[in-house]
């Protein structure tokens, strides 16, 4: 997708903690488990499918149970998930995933609403700051293989929703994102866009980043048959029926 130099990768890795605040994510915890997404993407091996779950809580229950195990050395993940690069930095993990820090940030938040909010009412959005990162995570996972159009046959429930990806910075174009999920660019069709790829080109230019060039991708096809999502959604239904059986 892109590289870039040690300093500016510190740069982009405390930028992740400070705007997350209270619900950092570890980058190397969520970014094995979005691996292990993508490889075994809406079966029973996804950490986060909506597709075996009867709801978008219990899916991001399951979701954090395996984040946290991950992040405990409770489960080890495979080695395929860690052969590629993962960025570390194991002192800014500690600090930001303390429930003080936590702490801090949340009585951050709360003074600002104190100072700025025109009235209480606005003191309802305040848990939507406390649990950023697994509110955007879940509308992303849950949605994005939930409803939508599907530009390409990747074999799983992927779907892209327009303008509805546009708002979330090309996250909700996930389908696009699992037919080529090594380019930078999530938006395939002249009426997406991807915010975020337009900003990574900007830093592109200017040197920050390196873009690399996306792979082919003569394995997978453009949707154009019905009965092999037909199929799909019958081996799905299996699959499911399986997994709740052994729950």
Request: no cysteine; glycine share 4%; hydrophobic share 40%.
């Amino acid at each position: 997708m892109y590289t870039t130099s040690k300093t500016w990768e510190k740069v982009f890795y405390f930028l992740t903690w400070f705007t997350q605040g209270s619900s950092f994510l570890v980058p190397r915890a969520y970014g094995v488990m979005h691996r292990m997404h993508h490889e075994y993407s809406d079966t029973e091996k996804d950490p986060h499918s909506p597709h075996f779950f009867k709801d978008v809580w219990h899916m991001m229950l399951h979701t954090a149970k395996i984040y946290q195990a991950f992040l405990t050395k409770e489960i080890l993940p495979e080695e395929k998930f860690t052969k590629e690069y993962l960025p570390v930095w194991d002192k800014l993990d500690r600090i930001g995933y303390s429930w003080i820090t936590r702490l801090i940030f949340a009585a951050g938040y709360i003074a600002f609403y104190v100072y700025f909010a025109p009235s209480y009412w606005w003191f309802l959005l305040l848990p939507f700051h406390f649990l950023m990162g697994p509110i955007q995570g879940a509308i992303v996972n849950w949605f994005g293989h939930k409803l939508g159009y599907q530009n390409f046959n990747n074999g799983d429930h992927s779907r892209n929703s327009t303008p509805w990806g546009f708002f979330l910075m090309g996250e909700l174009f996930q389908n696009n994102h699992h037919y080529a999920k090594d380019s930078a660019n999530f938006a395939q069709k002249w009426f997406e866009i991807d915010m975020t790829y337009i900003i990574m080109r900007v830093l592109h230019t200017v040197r920050i980043i390196k873009l690399k060039p996306a792979a082919a991708h003569s394995n997978v096809s453009i949707k154009n048959n019905a009965a092999s999502v037909i199929s799909n959604n019958s081996s799905l239904r299996s699959n499911k029926s399986s997994y709740q059986s052994q729950v």
